[in-house]
């Protein structure tokens, strides 16, 4: 198993399937940390199923699916952003009825484009061996940017993620750090629809921090195990995939669950707060 | 007291076909202490709203005699410091009591600076004033009600601010705690010269500095003056609609049905 692991690893699309994985899982995770602190998950899979549908439609109009589905996540993203601050409207609601549109359009566009186009359905589950260099560039500029987006406004993004509200009230310009984190989703499920795609890449968006939740009451270093987790779930995924055979992005998918699983098992913070419950009830 | 630091004239919010906020004017001046009481839907969280910047109206809002709106400058909201009910958090929540405290100078200190050792030290003071220094490492999600709201407190002191914005601050919290906190509360304006208005409806809690009460009924100001003749028997009956009566023991405030 280990000469075949080296013999494949030796291939030019192994290779770039590997600097992929480790990419999608640092720039979902991160984004996972935000979607978990802030309790939208329905964000994520909104803006994952625009970029879809945008990817589609691109595919239809013959336009390049990166660019037309990060249009169409940053047209998402401009009217999910002012519904959600809207105090008329439940936010899940709006999430709701976006995330069943952008669903329903992006099939409608696959009706069509199946068709024509067979390459059409690794939008919906990613194509990780067939990924080209400038995939793999675009994937690269966006997690650094993020990246670095994450890193020189981390104080400001704790103070949003702690509460939207009172970060407003201290000065923090919490509208733009929202803003900013709704187009970087744009852009990194975009991205990443070559990778994992429009469909499966919603586990990534959600796992990843969900595990880092298990571990740790400091942000930072949620941030680090979130990233690890991801990274660690999408390159056993493609290990896995390629030693038995099995399709890339759902066995990615299965190990981001398979991570989750095994921090939840051993998470000190839910023993911790079970051994509080215990001491608070009397013992008969 | 000093010149006016707050001034509201007609001002007036509506959400749909409701009127939350009916052509409030109000005049506030520095250092005072004005408590805004009502039944509720009295209109008493969305007044503060207003003030904080958390919602849009008609009308004029001037702070520091600059006219703003909802939409205001980051120098405009580092003078106006908020308090909010004591808000549920996860308790798997990623942020310790000190982190909290410290979000409060997060806005002032501006873009690619952190805290140092002297802004630590500040927010360690002001825990150890609200007596919760012991908890400083421990994260937030796990203290008690009252302990979250000693943070919050700090939290809202460190921002520096002007004008200190109180929403129902003892709400949900035990009778002892609620005492502890309201004591916290007047020190803090004795000690900061803060100009505070403090949302409650609780009348046998209201903190000793303050002489000013606004009531409130239906959106609109209904009374505006001395704090004891606002929660005099009559005063409560007429906004409450129902016959009520204040009574003195031991110089406790206490309020009963009529």
């Known amino acids: ?284 | 007291m000093g010149g006016a630091v707050m001034e509201l004239e007609g001002v007036t919010v509506r959400k749909t076909k409701n009127l939350l906020l009916d052509g409030i004017s109000l005049s506030v001046s520095r250092n005072e202490f004005v408590g805004l009481i009502g039944p509720n839907g009295a209109g008493k969280t969305t007044l503060l709203n207003v003030i904080a910047g958390f919602e849009p109206f008609l009308g004029t809002l001037r702070l520091f005699g600059q006219r703003v709106t909802e939409n205001r400058s980051r120098a405009s909201r580092l003078r106006v410091g908020y308090v909010p009910q004591s808000f549920p958090i996860d308790p798997a929540f990623p942020i310790l009591a000190l982190e909290a405290v410290l979000a409060g100078l997060v806005g002032r200190l501006g873009l690619f600076r952190s805290p140092g050792r002297k802004e630590k030290e500040k927010a360690m003071s002001l825990m150890e004033m609200m007596r919760v220094d012991r908890l400083a490492n421990r994260p937030l999600g796990q203290l008690s009600g009252g302990e979250r709201q000693k943070v919050s407190l700090a939290r809202a002191i460190l921002q520096q601010p002007d004008i200190l914005l109180m929403d129902e601050p003892t709400a949900g919290l035990d009778i002892a705690v609620q005492k502890e906190v309201l004591n916290l509360i007047d020190d803090i304006h004795r000690r900061e010269s803060l100009t505070i208005l403090f949302v409650t409806h609780d009348f046998t809690m209201i903190p000793s500095t303050m002489r000013r009460a606004v009531l409130l009924d239906r959106g609109a100001k209904v009374f505006d003056g001395d704090v004891e003749i606002a929660l005099s028997g009559e005063s409560l009956s007429r906004l409450f609609r129902y016959p009520l009566k204040t009574f003195y023991h031991e110089g406790r405030r206490f309020v009963s049905y009529g």
Not at chain 1, 36 to 51: F, R, Y
Not at chain 1, 69 to 86: E, K, N, Q, T, Y
Not at chain 1, 217 to 243: E, M, P, R, T, W
């Open chain 1, 1 to 284: 198993m280990v000469e075949q692991l080296v013999e494949a690893l030796a291939c030019q699309p192994i290779q770039r399937a590997v600097v992929a994985c480790v990419l999608c899982g640092a720039g979902c995770s991160m984004l996972s940390v935000f979607v978990v602190l802030m309790k939208m998950p329905l964000i994520g899979v909104s803006m994952s199923h625009a970029a879809f549908a945008g990817a589609v439609l691109g595919m239809l109009l013959n336009v390049n699916p990166f660019v037309s589905g990060f249009v169409v996540c940053l047209l998402a993203a401009g009217i999910l952003g002012p519904l959600s601050d809207r105090s008329d409207i439940a936010p899940e609601n709006v999430l709701g009825i976006m995330f069943s549109f952008l669903m329903g359009l992006a099939f409608l566009g696959m009706g069509i484009l199946t068709r024509t186009k067979a390459g059409a359905l690794n939008l919906m589950w990613g194509s990780l061996l067939s990924l080209s260099g400038s995939d793999i560039r675009i994937l690269a500029v966006i997690t650094t940017l993020l990246a670095l987006f994450v890193a020189l406004f981390f104080k400001e993004i704790r103070t949003v993620l702690f509460s939207r509200r009172l970060a407003a009230s201290s000065g923090v310009p919490e509208k733009t750090i929202y803003y900013a984190l709704l187009l970087l989703t744009g852009a990194v499920v975009s991205a990443n629809l070559a990778t994992v795609g429009g469909l499966l890449i919603f586990a990534l968006l959600v796992q990843p921090g969900a595990t880092a939740l298990q571990l740790t009451y400091n942000l930072k270093h949620f941030f680090l195990i979130a990233a690890a987790a991801g990274i660690g779930a999408c390159v056993s995924g493609l290990l896995l995939s390629y030693l038995f055979d099995i399709p890339s992005g759902a066995s990615v998918v299965l190990m981001t669950t398979v991570t989750f699983a095994a921090a939840y098992a051993a998470s000190p913070k839910r023993r911790a707060s079970k051994n509080r419950i215990k001491e608070t009830i009397p013992c008969k």
